[in-house]
Every structure is written in C-alpha cells, then in structure tokens.
C-alpha cells in the first residue's frame, strides 16, 4: 500500500466539531477528484463515526477525538476516527442496526450507516480506553472516466 496523502486531527468532542470533520475531510479528498455522491458517503460515514465518538465515549466529559486519514495509489480512503473514552461493552452488539445504550432519542443506526456509505467498516474497542473505527471506500470516479 504506497500512500499518495496522509493527514491527522485531533478536536475537543463538541458537538460542532462534527461539521468541522466533514469538511476536513472532504478538502482531504478532493485531489482524487471523487463525485458528488462519493463526498457525501464518505462525509457522512465520518459524521456518524465522529458523533459516536462525541455522543458515547465521553459521556460525562470532554475528551479528544482523532481522525488519521490516508489515500494510497489505488484510490482507497483509509479514515481511523478513535477515541479514548469509555470504550464499547460488546462491538458486536453496538453494530446491530437499533441498538443505543443512549437514553435520549437516538435510532442506534450509526453502524448501520457507516457501512452503507463505506466499502468496509472494522470496529476495535477496548472497555475503559476507548474505540477505533476504521472506514475505508475506493473513489472510482476519476479512474473510470479515464477508461
């Protein structure tokens, strides 16, 4: 895997924050000339990934959420959003699409819409020291109007 671009980022886990990731984000890929359609999955993927990060593992607190994010030379957006808040119980549970352990009115689909919008979702989380994320989705756009 040869890396064409790498960035990284770390903000306070604020609630407007997550607009802020998403433009990050999307600045991050534009050189790989993606369409309209790849901006918004991959914008979105990270905006459900952040708000998890914001939402669930600082619940009582501030802490800190990092984004490292890479292209390669095969077009793949590799995105890690991780956390070191209070990690989660069961991963296998958390990715059922319903599934909070949120008390307010969230739908528990923040899983279930990353791995939609990504061409593969892997969730590592240790209980008490937070949860990695890793989204990744190829931009074909560009190659295939070269064909």
Do not use: C, W
Not at 3 to 10: E, Q, Y
Not at 12 to 32: D, K, Q, T, Y
Not at 38 to 46: C, F, L, N, W
Not at 47 to 61: K, R
């Amino acid at each position: 895997m040869n890396l064409m671009n790498h960035m990284k980022l770390s903000f306070l886990s604020v609630s407007h924050n997550e607009g802020f990731s998403r433009a990050a984000i999307s600045a991050f890929i534009l050189p790989l000339n993606p369409t309209v359609a790849e901006v918004a999955d991959i914008k979105t993927a990270v905006s459900e990934a952040v708000t998890n990060a914001i939402v669930h593992a600082y619940p009582d607190t501030l802490g800190t959420v990092y984004i490292d994010a890479k292209i390669t030379e095969d077009r793949r957006v590799i995105i890690k959003i991780r956390d070191t808040g209070v990690g989660i119980e069961d991963v296998k549970l958390a990715m059922e699409p319903l599934f909070t352990t949120s008390t307010d009115e969230r739908a528990g689909l923040g899983f279930a819409v990353m791995q939609s919008f990504s061409d593969r979702v892997r969730v590592r989380s240790v209980v008490g020291r937070g949860t990695t994320v890793t989204l990744e989705k190829i931009i074909h756009s560009a190659y295939d109007d070269e064909k």
